[in-house]
């Protein structure tokens, strides 16, 4: 009788911690439901993309887990080789699971006018906040909480980012003390005094010299 045993050689990264994140949900109060689930979306993406950059954590998928089924599926069809039927039943679990909630995603223009030539200039204004846990699957347990928020004049896209940055690094400083440094919080581009007269000074002679056959 000859018998063919085959094994899967897992990743050794399934030795650290396992890290899963579910869909955010997205507060009732948000007016655009499509621009929630959005950002709820872009938001949970990013925060697993900052754990991921940290080499510290294993990655479980629990958004694609239909497709990854169909795929195991078709490895135990005829037309796949014996070898290929050792990835079957090595499924993991996840040590702890990423939940959140998007409370506030908005984002609007503000515009400002000038007095001395009624220049209009407009800016995007953008607020978002967000609840981020860290549940420990075998215990329930809490063992981690933040609320990253943002707003100022910048896209939301920037919000995003820095919300999704700020709390990235919350978890993994919790797992590993000051390993990475919060994020620098987005400024908001400020015009000074000198700005605001060569602007004025700049319209002013264009005005003159448009107007110069008038006279």
């Given at each position: 009788i000859q018998v063919t045993v085959t094994k899967y050689n897992a990743n050794s990264t399934l030795n650290l911690?396992?890290?899963?994140?579910?869909?955010?949900?997205?507060?009732?109060?948000?007016?655009?439901?499509?621009?929630?689930?959005?950002?709820?979306?872009?938001?949970?993406?990013?925060?697993?993309?900052?754990?991921?950059?940290?080499?510290?954590?294993?990655?479980?998928?629990?958004?694609?887990m239909k497709l990854t089924k169909a795929e195991l599926?078709?490895?135990q069809g005829e037309d796949f080789k014996l070898e290929e039927l050792a990835r079957l039943g090595n499924r993991v679990g996840t040590d702890y699971l990423i939940v959140g909630t998007l409370l506030?995603?908005?984002?609007?223009?503000?515009?400002?006018?000038m007095e001395t030539n009624g220049k209009v200039f407009s800016a995007k204004v953008s607020n978002v906040r967000v609840s981020v846990r860290v549940i420990d699957v075998a215990t329930s347990?809490?063992?981690?909480?933040?609320?990253?928020?943002?707003?100022?004049?910048?896209?939301?896209e920037t919000a995003i980012e820095y919300v999704s940055k700020v709390a990235g690094a919350g978890i993994i400083n919790t797992f590993h003390p000051n390993l990475?440094?919060?994020?620098?919080?987005?400024?908001?581009?400020?015009?000074?005094?000198?700005?605001?007269?060569?602007?004025?000074?700049?319209?002013?002679?264009?005005?003159k010299e448009e107007s110069k056959n008038d006279w």
């Open positions: 911690p396992r890290f899963a994140v579910t869909d955010f949900r997205a507060s009732s109060s948000i007016n655009s439901a499509r621009q929630a689930r959005k950002v709820a979306g872009t938001i949970s993406r990013q925060i697993m993309d900052s754990l991921g950059q940290s080499k510290k954590f294993a990655l479980i998928d629990r958004q694609y599926n078709l490895i506030v995603a908005d984002e609007s223009v503000k515009t400002r006018k347990q809490i063992v981690y909480s933040g609320e990253p928020s943002f707003s100022g004049e910048h896209s939301i990475m440094a919060p994020p620098k919080r987005p400024e908001n581009k400020k015009t000074d005094l000198k700005q605001v007269g060569k602007f004025g000074n700049d319209a002013l002679n264009k005005l």
